[in-house]
């Protein structure tokens, strides 16, 4: 069995996964290895284990109070090396091509309410040039309701200014045209207008240039537009914290509570399947449950109803 891991992690190693997720593969079937020993009294060969040992083992993880997210990460190694095995003719079939993963838990992405994005980006309206360029990300960010990386990948040739669009990049090098706004566009405008002669020496930009530049002049990564959007939500004293793809959970949640169709917001967002975008749904249903709970006299239990 030992070997057999070996040699899987080995076949990983040759097809040039990083030493990071082999040696994460190595503790999790470490972790088979030593409760299949526990609870047979031996390690048991490979063409000897049953989906019920792996059930076994997914359930003792759960037990240990795993979460759903680590048991699924810890199976996916156990399957990887029961097919290994099962390519090289070690054991017929894989004992964990059925166990399946605990289901995980749905969770709501996390938005922030109107007022508090416009906090935000009111608080990111100095005239430094660093306030400019945070000014436009941010702007463009929330008003077009694009992901970080999308972003951060835009050229200064895929932002068309007088029409209010941007062309982005999305999954799959997919290409889409999506409306920026206009507060977007004119932060754009002033923001280009200061950085285009800095970070040109006077001369002409070539329309594949990158559009947001850090401070050494080369184009901004998805972790710079991270810690300045930290930086941004204390400066701002806006107390929800977000990450950049939050923004773009507010663009889609408020477009929805102000009556967009739920397939223009799919197209918006670039998202291939319509199931994708209807989490919103749930996101502004339970915005609806909030503010009844929170202003009408009989949503609390116990509360009296008032008599005129």
């Known amino acids: 069995m030992r070997d057999g891991v070996t040699q899987f992690l080995d076949g990983l190693a040759i097809k040039g996964l990083s030493a990071h997720t082999r040696r994460a593969y190595r503790r999790d079937l470490e ?62 079939a894989s004992p964990a091509e059925r166990v399946r993963a605990p289901k995980r838990p749905t969770r709501l992405p996390r938005v922030l309410p109107k007022q508090d994005v416009a906090t935000l980006l009111d608080g990111a309206g100095g005239a430094t040039r660093a306030d400019l360029r945070d000014k436009a990300m941010l702007e463009t960010l929330y008003g077009a309701g694009i992901r970080v990386s999308e972003l951060v990948g835009l050229d200064l040739g895929d932002v068309r ?85 939050g923004l773009r959970h ?6 929805l509570d102000g009556g967009a169709d739920l397939r223009a917001i799919q197209e918006l967002l670039g998202h291939v399947s319509l199931s994708t975008t209807q989490r919103y749904t749930h996101v502004s249903t339970e915005r609806l449950k909030e503010a009844y709970q929170a202003a009408h006299p009989l949503a609390r239990a116990g509360r009296r109803r008032e008599t005129h």
Not at 34 to 39: M, N, T
Not at 250 to 255: E, G, N, P, Y
Request: hydrophobic share 40%; net charge positive.
């Open 161 to 245: 200014l007088k029409d209010g669009l941007v062309r982005v990049w999305g999954k799959g090098n997919k290409e889409r045209i999506v409306p920026m706004g206009a507060a977007a566009a004119r932060a754009l405008e002033d923001y280009i207008a200061v950085w285009g002669p800095w970070r040109a020496g006077g001369r002409a930009e070539p329309r594949r240039s990158p559009l947001f530049l850090n401070r050494s002049g080369n184009r901004l990564t998805t972790r710079g537009m991270a810690l300045i959007l930290k930086k941004r939500l204390a400066e701002s004293g806006v107390l929800t914290r977000v990450s950049p793809h």
């Open 250 to 255: 507010s663009f889609a949640t408020h477009l």
């Open 31 to 92: 972790q088979l290895c030593d409760f299949l020993q526990g609870a047979e009294g031996h390690l048991p060969a490979p063409a000897q284990v049953t989906p019920h040992m792996v059930r076994g083992f997914a359930g003792a993880l759960s037990g240990r109070g795993l979460s759903a997210t680590s048991i699924g990460r810890k199976l996916s190694a156990v399957r990887g090396l029961f097919d290994d095995l099962a390519r090289r003719g070690v054991i017929g």
